[in-house]
């Protein structure tokens, strides 16, 4: 394990049973209250943003658009939200998915991506890659070509890069820890 896993690690604090009784939730708030893990947590987002070539930074509802952000500007990158539906004000083109009860739907603005946009997409945490994968097509639906998918932590258990492999194609599937 290098140091930068080491300080993200340390910082992600588990809160047993929550949101619902067996779920053992990682939570973030620790790591993005640390100036010196976030910060190292931005930079090496930012260096994969720069091995991909992305010229866009697309951040997943919620907690992509705290790290998303943040790495677009340290990349001197744009960033574009994908929001839940309904979120957006302007034309948008939508995605729907599955959830394992029921389903949900993401949206961009129509014009945030263009033929000419490398995007990196970049999230919290890799689960069941539903959101992900939605987001790529999502990307794809926009003329935009898809650079790679950064997290910060994958739940390997949940199977989600396999999921997410062949929707990515040759594009990579960066995760900075993997638990």
Same mark, same amino acid.
């Given at each position: 394990?290098?140091?930068?896993?080491?300080?993200?690690?340390?910082?992600?604090?588990?809160?047993?049973?929550?949101?619902?009784?067996?779920?053992?939730?990682?939570?973030?708030?620790?790591?993005?209250?640390?100036?010196?893990?976030?910060? $190292?947590?931005?930079? $090496?987002?930012?260096?994969?943003?720069?091995?991909?070539?992305?010229?866009?930074?697309?951040?997943?509802?919620?907690?992509?658009?705290?790290?998303?952000?943040?790495? $677009?500007?340290?990349?001197?990158?744009?960033?574009?939200?994908?929001?839940?539906?309904?979120?957006?004000?302007?034309?948008?083109?939508?995605?729907?998915?599955?959830?394992?009860?029921?389903?949900?739907?993401?949206?961009?603005?129509?014009?945030?991506?263009?033929?000419?946009?490398?995007?990196?997409?970049?999230?919290?945490?890799?689960?069941?890659?539903?959101?992900?994968?939605?987001?790529?097509?999502?990307?794809?639906?926009?003329?935009?070509?898809? $650079?790679?998918?950064?997290?910060?932590?994958?739940?390997?258990?949940?199977?989600?890069?396999?999921?997410?492999?062949?929707?990515?194609?040759?594009?990579?599937?960066?995760?900075?820890?993997?638990?």
């Amino acid at each position: 394990m290098t140091d930068i896993q080491e300080l993200l690690l340390s910082r992600i604090r588990d809160v047993a049973d929550y949101p619902e009784p067996g779920v053992m939730f990682k939570d973030i708030t620790p790591l993005l209250a640390d100036p010196a893990a976030f910060t $190292a947590l931005t930079d $090496a987002l930012a260096e994969i943003a720069a091995s991909t070539g992305a010229t866009k930074v697309v951040g997943l509802e919620a907690r992509g658009f705290i790290l998303g952000a943040p790495v $677009a500007v340290r990349a001197g990158l744009g960033f574009i939200p994908v929001r839940k539906a309904g979120k957006l004000p302007g034309a948008t083109l939508a995605q729907a998915y599955d959830l394992e009860y029921g389903s949900a739907e993401i949206e961009v603005h129509a014009e945030d991506l263009s033929a000419d946009d490398r995007v990196l997409i970049v999230d919290d945490v890799l689960a069941t890659g539903g959101t992900a994968e939605a987001s790529i097509q999502l990307i794809r639906r926009a003329g935009a070509e898809v $650079a790679g998918l950064a997290v910060l932590m994958e739940l390997g258990f949940l199977g989600g890069r396999a999921r997410l492999e062949p929707a990515l194609g040759l594009s990579p599937l960066e995760a900075l820890l993997a638990l």
